[in-house]
C-alpha cells in the first residue's frame, strides 16, 4: 500500500499542475484576489459568525442601554471584540444625520460582500482549471506514449504522466478548491447577516433617539 502511495506523488507533475491553476486563476482574478485568497486560509478554519454574531448583539444591547442614559454621541465608548462593531458605534457617535450612517453602512457591506465574492472567484477559479489542466496532462502522455510506441521503457513515464495529471486535477478540483470555496461562501453570508442586522439595530436606535435634536439641546444646555 504504502509503495502504491508512493508512486502517486510526483513533485515535478503535481509542481506543474499547481503552477498551471496559479496562472490561470491570476489571470482570470488579478494578483490582488488572488493574494486575498490565499490570506483568506487563515481564518478558514478559525472564523466562527455565529460566536461574532452573539458578541455583536451583546454589544448592540450596551449601544441601545447608552443611548437612552447618555445620547447617541457616547455609544462609542461601548467596548466590543468585533472591529466592524466598533467601526459601526465610532461612526454613528459621529454621523450629524441618520443618513449619513445608513449610506456608510450600506456601502461598507456592499464593498464587503464584493471582497468576499473575489476571494470565492480564485477558488472556484481554480476548482475550473484542475480538471481542464489535468485533462491537458492526460493528452499529453498519451501523444508521448503513442510517440514511443517503438521504445517499450519510454512508455511507464508517458503513462504515469497522464493519469497522475488527471488524479492531480480531480484531488486540486473536488477536495481542494471546491470545498475552500463552498466554506468561504458559507462564512460570508454568515457574516453578511449579521452584520445586517446590526445595522438595522442601530438604525432602529438612531432613529429613536432622534440624534439631531438630541445634539441640539445638548449643545444648548452645554
Known sequence: MIGILAHLFDPLTLAAMLGGVAVVALAQNGVQA????????????????????????????????????????????????????????????????VEQFETWASQALADRAQRHASVRNVWLSVADAAPALGMAGTIIGLVGMFAAMDDPS?????????????????????????????????????????????????????????APLRRASIREVA
Open 34 to 97: 488572488v493574494g486575498r485568497a490565499c490570506v483568506a486560509l487563515r481564518p478558514l478554519l478559525r472564523a466562527d459568525p455565529l460566536r461574532d454574531r452573539d458578541a455583536a448583539r451583546t454589544a448592540l444591547l450596551q449601544i441601545d442601554q447608552v443611548a437612552q442614559l447618555r445620547g447617541l454621541m457616547c455609544i462609542d465608548r461601548v467596548k466590543s471584540d468585533s472591529g466592524f462593531m466598533v467601526d459601526a458605534a465610532r461612526r454613528l457617535a459621529n454621523c450629524d444625520r
Open 154 to 210: 519510454a512508455l511507464g513515464p508517458s503513462m504515469a504522466l497522464a493519469l497522475l495529471t488527471t488524479l492531480y486535477g480531480v484531488v486540486i478540483a473536488n477536495l481542494l478548491a471546491a470545498p475552500i470555496a463552498a466554506r468561504l461562501a458559507t462564512l460570508s453570508e454568515q457574516e453578511l447577516a449579521w452584520q445586517q442586522e446590526a445595522v438595522a439595530r442601530m438604525l432602529a436606535i438612531a432613529r429613536r433617539e432622534n
